[in-house]
């Protein structure tokens, strides 16, 4: 089966912490990006990759990083930087860049809490 | 920064009614998508319009877009229980590759 997947579904990270969100690919994509979600609101771009050892920082980057080593895989990292990390994050893939006019493939999202 | 900007925040509607929702953006745009989000889980990809296209269809969907408005709406007919969901316009631009989001509507669809 083709998709995307993210792990952990669910992730408690201690103050002062750095933790690594997983995604993983097997769509062929060049394109894959990080969004985060609050409630009530919408989705914001923290990194996107359109091709194997690039990244761009999104709307939101500030006290994340990220790295793009292989085609499948894109892993977040939230640093301590990140100063109010609690959210739903979500990675999303595409075969081409989203002017070209192609849909995105999500995967099922990562809830991250700090305790 | 949020490209779109839904319209309305929240509604409930009864079972076999029509479920309309507006996505308002500000600037241009190469494409428009729609994209449905069940309770914390993905967002699963609906329906695309193009920016030279008014009107598209997709099974219960219709979605119209206005470019002279940067408006777009999503009309879901005969809605069904399982149509429950956030609903989310997103729009990309041709100088980005970036796909931008609105904050949603959620949709209630009561049996």
């Known amino acids: 089966d083709g998709g995307i997947t993210q792990s952990p579904k669910y992730l408690f990270r201690k103050e002062g912490q750095n933790v690594t969100l997983s995604c993983e690919q097997n769509?062929?994509?060049?394109?894959m990006y990080w969004y985060r979600q609050d409630p009530g609101q919408g989705l914001r771009l923290i990194y996107y990759?359109?091709?194997?050892?690039?990244?761009q920082k999104g709307d939101i980057a500030e006290g994340y990083s990220v790295s793009r080593e292989k085609k499948e895989s894109f892993p977040l990292t939230v640093t301590s930087a990140q100063k109010n990390p609690t959210a739903f994050y979500l990675c999303?893939?595409?075969?081409?860049?989203?002017?070209?006019?192609?849909?995105?493939?999500f995967g099922q999202g990562t809830r991250l809490t700090v305790v | 920064s949020q490209q779109g900007e839904e319209d309305p925040q929240a509604l409930s509607i009864q079972e076999g009614e029509n479920a309309t929702m507006n996505c308002s953006y500000k600037?241009?745009?190469?494409?428009l998508q729609w994209y449905r989000q069940n309770s914390g889980r993905g967002l699963v990809h609906l329906i695309l319009?193009?920016?030279?296209?008014r009107e598209k269809h997709s099974g219960r969907l219709r979605v119209t877009l206005d470019t002279s408005k940067k408006s777009s709406s999503l009309l879901i007919t005969a809605s069904r229980a399982a149509d429950t969901a956030s609903y989310f316009c997103?729009?990309?631009?041709?100088?980005?590759?970036?796909?931008?989001f609105g904050a949603g509507t959620t949709v209630t669809v009561r049996a």
């Open positions: 990759s359109q091709i194997v050892n690039d990244f």
């Open positions: 600037t241009s745009i190469n494409n």
């Open positions: 769509l062929n994509h060049d394109a």
């Open positions: 999303a893939s595409s075969s081409l860049g989203f002017s070209s006019g192609t849909e995105a493939f």
């Open positions: 319009i193009r920016s030279n296209e």
């Open positions: 997103a729009t990309d631009s041709r100088h980005d590759y970036k796909l931008s």
